[in-house]
């Protein structure tokens, strides 16, 4: 069983081209992590600030590695400095996936 992680963070809007450099360091090595299927963040484009989060992972103890990695100690030391904040971050365990 897969695991998807899906939702959203704030960054006030003018603070966004000084974190992206952390945003693409961190889905680089999140990316190289055994068990990460998809790691990717988009700016919504009706709400600037908001960014999406999507994240597959092949199962809860890949996951579980991810939050030990020192990448991930890194990027939430960034975030005070560039004002992240309304984390809202879901799981949800799929069972089976298939094309629309």
């Known amino acids: 069983m897969s695991l998807i992680i899906a939702g959203t963070v704030r960054v006030p809007p003018g603070s966004l081209a000084g974190l992206k450099p952390h945003m693409q360091k961190m889905l680089a090595a999140s990316r190289a992590e055994d068990g990460c299927v998809a790691y990717s963040y988009a700016e919504d484009v009706a709400e600037p600030g908001l960014v999406r989060v999507f994240e ?45």
Do not use: I, N
């Open 56 to 100: 597959v992972w092949r199962d809860q103890a890949a996951l579980d590695a991810h939050f030990q990695t020192a990448h991930m100690a890194d990027w939430r030391a960034a975030w005070p400095q560039f004002g992240v904040s309304d984390r809202r971050l879901f799981a949800y365990e799929v069972a089976a996936e298939r094309p629309l």
